[in-house]
């Protein structure tokens, strides 16, 4: 509908039956390659309903399409409220991300060259954890990474060892060929040897944080390289991260979690592979979490970012390179 339009000047009915003629003529003026899945079901049944109701209006007659009007002429223009209002936001959201999604096999083929790489041999890290809350103080928590290398794949482990009286936090991440991740994990106040019995999580139940950080068990798997639904993203609005060419791809989470991400879009080294920056929305499209890559030495990641755009809060993984 056309801005300054009214659905009670002219009064009566042939106003709001040129509204109903606008809006399915229209395809309710949303931009498809911007409007997420679910607000496009929305519409197309709201569009229906729509239609519906004109050909009743048709059917009334002018006298009875006026009384039809001012009965329910509130109620539809909440409606077309609602729908520019989903719109706005819907093109901001996926603006911020992309411009346009394609479904072929590149996507399938990226993920799965993704998926086969692994550390070359077993090594292990020391490292902290560094987190700014809400109030822009730094929190440290000490952390050591290790890669053990088995016959179905590897293992990325994750020691959280906090100052206080805590007890130690554990999270292995079991990377199987050909198969979704398990997450072990030992919550903070375990043993000091560990010897309970380990969550074994997998998919969302792995979206919860690690030791208190921004960072959830999910993101240091990777988790959403394994949802079903991959796209490449053509003509996005970024290609360059940090003065790499990148390809960009969406990951789309078959069945969401109320607190988990919705999709993913992440930007791919084109020339060596591993992802340098990532970005996760819930399923409104609202940003949840901002992945970056920021220090990489031998081989081996050496930092890299989680930043919270909603609590304005962030985490840095920070890991020291022997000289070996």
Known sequence: MKRGQSFHDPPGG???CRALE??????SGLDRSLAPPTILRGLRRLSEILIDFKSV???LGAAGARKACEISGLG???VFAVLAIAQDSSQFARASAI???THDKEAAALVAELLSQKPPKDLALEGVLKTRGTRGKWERVEVQYAVQLTDEGWLGTYEARPGDSGGRERLVVVHQDGKSNVYLYWPKGSSPDLHEEPRRLTGDQAAIPFAATEFWLSDLGLEFLHWPTQRMVKNAWRTMVAGRACKV???VNPSPAATSYSRVVSWIDSE????IHAEAYDASGKKMKEFSLKGFAKGQVT??????PKTDTRTRLELEIGEN
């Open 14 to 16: 042939a106003r709001l």
């Open 22 to 27: 606008f809006f399915p003529a229209k395809k």
């Open 57 to 59: 209006l048709r059917s």
């Open 76 to 78: 539809l223009a909440c």
């Open 99 to 101: 411009h346009e999604l």
């Open 249 to 251: 791809l969406e990951s």
């Open 272 to 275: 060596y592979g591993g992802v």
């Open 303 to 308: 930092e890299m970012q989680m930043v919270n």
